[in-house]
């Protein structure tokens, strides 16, 4: 991620994160109620500070991952042969803070 100070009250955010799924597409079948499969996060934010107070916006996106599993792992994964899941998200957050 990177962090932009644009002025004394304005600060900018961008980040980028990837990782693998942490479920194995052998696996799949077994995991169907936690399809949290996203690989890549992307994120937005800044922050605008006012004497004692500072006031944030950021938004958060992962790209849609869908995974299938080939039957090729355990009992489940046989039995499941051909499941597939997919996942996406968006947030995003308002926030104030009062610097006492």
């Not at 998200?89 to 926030?95: A, D, E, F």
């Amino acid at each position: 991620g990177v962090e932009h100070q644009l002025n004394d009250e304005l600060a900018l955010r961008a980040g980028w994160n990837w990782g693998n799924s942490p479920i194995d597409s052998d696996n799949t079948f077994a995991n169907t109620l936690f399809p949290g499969t996203t690989e890549h996060h992307f994120t937005l934010g800044s922050t605008y500070a006012m004497d004692a107070f500072e006031f944030g916006v950021s938004g958060y996106m992962t790209l849609k991952n869908t995974q299938t599993d080939g039957g090729s792992g355990g009992g489940y994964s046989r039995m499941g042969k051909g499941t597939w899941i997919s996942h996406r998200q968006y947030g995003g957050q308002l926030s104030a803070k009062y610097n006492f």
